[in-house]
């Protein structure tokens, strides 16, 4: 299949453009950045807000993995009116398929960043297009993020009773080239990590695992979406579900095969970190991510 992936430079579309090459696919991979085609790659320029460039984008291929965010401080930008300019533009190419990455509890909590990927949802799911969503939990790779950012703290705020469900964004990226793969569901799915976790819990593995001592100092977060959290509204029980563990995220365990000073298999298909060139997207602009962990410290278990 021909496939379009907008947000190919994101998280989880670095992720994602390899697994549909690796599935024999043909990628067009959509950035605000120029970018050199490669392989079975072919990188086109678009805005999604603007609009600039979408109808190019979307001519000739058979899907759409639409993966672009705008995140939690974009308003939405890429989310709702990007998905609207998307969804006009499918529609006049003909596209068969759209699926649209989402956030599990979209549909519960709107609240906030919710609230524009439920809006985005409604887009896709009223657009008259063959249409599949994949709401996941958080990624691994974007609470490491989040932890590296106030590791700093000598004291770290924990609230034991936020709920947090941790997937690594290569399952999801599997899971999202299976369903785009597919015949449109028309309907929503979830896609969780193996653990819900407590926000203590997570924090003290990541500490633990990065060597590093911190006061916890146990608080109740504020606010409606941590409410949520706390209610369990942002994790699911769906099936499939990812497998890779939050410790195995941040400690992957050595592969049973590996030879000595050998292949990093392991690394290399399912922990390329947040710090990783890989996932920089400004430094590496080359799809065959997971190039290695260069400058970061990942501990290793035995
Ligand atoms: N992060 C999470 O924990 C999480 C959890 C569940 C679901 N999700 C969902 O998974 C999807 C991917 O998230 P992510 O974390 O991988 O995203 P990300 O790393 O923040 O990347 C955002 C992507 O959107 C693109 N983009 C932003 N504005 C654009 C615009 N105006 N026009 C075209 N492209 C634009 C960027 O491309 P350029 O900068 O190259 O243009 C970039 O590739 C989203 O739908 C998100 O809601 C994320």
Redesign the pocket.
């Given at each position: 299949m021909r496939i379009l992936v907008?947000?190919?430079?994101?998280?989880?579309?670095r992720a994602l453009v390899p697994a549909l090459v690796k599935a024999g696919h043909q990628v067009r991979a959509?950035?605000?950045?120029k970018r050199e085609s490669r392989g079975n790659v072919e990188w086109v320029w678009?805005?999604?807000?603007s609009g600039h460039g979408i109808p190019e984008a979307v001519a000739g291929v058979d899907a759409v993995a639409h993966?672009?965010?705008?995140?939690r401080k974009?308003r939405g930008?890429?989310?709702i009116p990007?998905t609207r300019q998307l969804v006009l533009a499918a529609r006049d190419a003909g596209i068969g398929h759209v699926l649209?990455?989402?956030?599990?509890g979209a549909d519960r909590v709107p609240v906030g960043y919710l609230t524009y990927?439920l809006e985005a949802e409604r887009l896709v799911a009223g657009s008259g297009l063959g249409w599949t969503v994949l709401?996941?939990?958080?990624?691994q790779q974007?609470?490491h993020r989040r932890l590296r950012d106030y590791a700093s703290l000598p004291v770290l705020p924990v609230d034991p009773s936020v709920l947090v469900q941790p997937v690594h964004?290569g399952e999801v990226a599997a899971r999202a080239a299976e369903l785009i793969a597919g015949a449109p569901l028309g309907a929503a799915v979830e896609f969780g990590g193996p653990q819900v976790l407590g926000h203590a819990e997570l924090t003290r593995t990541w500490c633990r695992l990065h060597g590093l001592r911190r006061m916890f100092l146990p608080v109740r977060f504020p606010g409606r979406l941590h409410a949520a959290e706390r209610a369990g509204d942002l994790t699911t029980d769906a099936t499939p579900a990812g497998t890779i563990t939050w410790r195995d995220f941040l400690a992957p365990p050595a592969p049973a095969d590996t030879p000595p000073g050998g292949s990093d298999d392991f690394a290399t298909e399912h922990t390329a970190s947040p710090t990783s060139p890989a996932t920089q997207?400004e430094q590496d602009p080359d799809v065959h991510v997971y190039g290695g962990d260069d400058g970061y410290e990942r501990p290793t278990r035995s």
């Open positions: 907008t947000g190919a430079t994101g998280m989880l579309g959509l950035s605000r950045t678009g805005d999604l807000f993966l672009a965010t705008s995140g974009g930008a890429a989310d990007g649209l990455t989402s956030m599990v990927k709401r996941s939990t958080p990624f974007w609470l964004t997207p």
